[in-house]
């Protein structure tokens, strides 16, 4: 009787152990769940606009002159946690255990990528100021983290869907954020949650630069003319007819936003994008203009109530707004010159610059130079620029290789992506782009691209034009 009690016994704080293990593990065995990770990506992707977050070790002067200001920890930041955490122990549960090709999680390896990442960490090591180079470190890291864990995971048409899907909601939010702002002058906090709220304003040319969420005015235009370019590109695909409407509605309420940005620079990428999109999917698959031409009339309608402004904005006095542009661009060569293999290290223009100003600046206008490819340059020197030129080169030529798979949902989409980009490219030439949103929303549609040339490209996965009922 004794054995069998103590056999009893043993069982029963094995049966107590095993479930007190369970009940210790079972919060991060939830996160395994598709609904758990569709959740955490879906706050990574509403998160690029809304910027839920804090920054740490805030240095405003620094912020003024067109640095990346502090350390930023957000809702992205958490989430992003949370996603690699279910990828750990999925891959951790399933390592003794055959997985198809169709459902396995990769991990994509980006040449360009990892070299400029790597370059900007290097250059830490000749930065006048390491903090605010930490800074721009961190921030790039998180990014590539999006990237990364984008290009491993989306496994099917319907996570395709999904983050485009959520894509376009989030566009849609900003957009009715930054004209609830332009028309009623809201506070500071929407819903009940505070949000950062950018509104340059110029009383001399009589009309008010809403940024919304985003930030600046220019970062907001840069992400809606990319954001509009996908929107545009869902009216190409065999899509129903609820992401038709979703995408018809991001591009009304977006293209009023984008407006209200009043930034000439974001106006001008969306156009190309357009351009690009619409002719190269009329030349190349012969589809109806019925959807560009309607797209483009639409726009324009949306363009009339607001003529004088933009006439005042396009053709105007800016008060040296472009020009004062072109000393910066001086000063950045200069600066290159002096440092051309490791550049003055990242997030360093602005403490670098001082020696190297002249007379031509005006003291109000002192700021980061406006042109990333030059800023790119300066401080992470040519091997840091090449590696950020070839990964854009990346995207695009990705985006073309998915486009010629002729898939009815992927293609377009690439297309889309990458027209997208082929315009904020031309965009980042007279602007600074330093923050987290245009940064995360390019780095999630790299990371996308590669997933669905992984998809496309597998014959069991293609859904042709050709073949199509």
Known sequence: MIAGAQRSSARYLSRGGNSFVLAILSPFLALTSAAAQRILLAVVILDIPLQFGIHLFYREEDAALGALGGLSISATTLALAGLYLSWLIRAFTKRNRATSHATRASVNVNGPLIAYFAITLFSVFVAQDVSLSLFEVCLLLEACLVYVYIAGNIRTREDVVFVVSMLLVACLLESVVMIILRFTGMPSTIWGLPIHINIDSDPREGFMRIGGTVGWVNSAAGYLSISLTCAASVLFTNLGIF??????????????????????????ALFLSLVLLCFVAWRRQGLSLKVPIAAFLFLA????????LIGARLFGDDRGSAESRIPLMNLAFRIAEDHPLLGVGANNFTVA?????????????LYAVHNKFLLV??????????????FYIGIVRKGWRCWNLRDRLLSPLALGFAAGIVGHLVHMTVDVFRGRP????VWLMAGLLVAMWRMGA????????????
């Not at 409407?245 to 001008?268: D, K, N, P, Q």
């Not at 245009?438 to 929303?441: D, E, V």
Request: contains cysteine; aromatic residues 12%.
């Open 438 to 441: 245009i940064q995360q929303l």
């Open 353 to 365: 610059m001082g020696p190297y100003l002249t007379s031509e600046f005006r003291a109000e206008f």
């Open 301 to 308: 309608l949306l363009c009339v109530p607001f003529h004088s």
């Open 458 to 469: 597998t014959p069991s996965g293609r859904d042709s034009y050709a073949n199509a009922a």
């Open 377 to 390: 340059l300066t401080e992470t020197g040519i091997g840091g620029l090449a590696a950020y030129l070839a």
């Open 243 to 268: 992401h038709k409407w979703l995408a018809t509605a991001v591009l009304g309420l977006g293209g009023i936003a984008l407006i209200l940005t009043f930034s000439r620079g974001g106006w001008l």
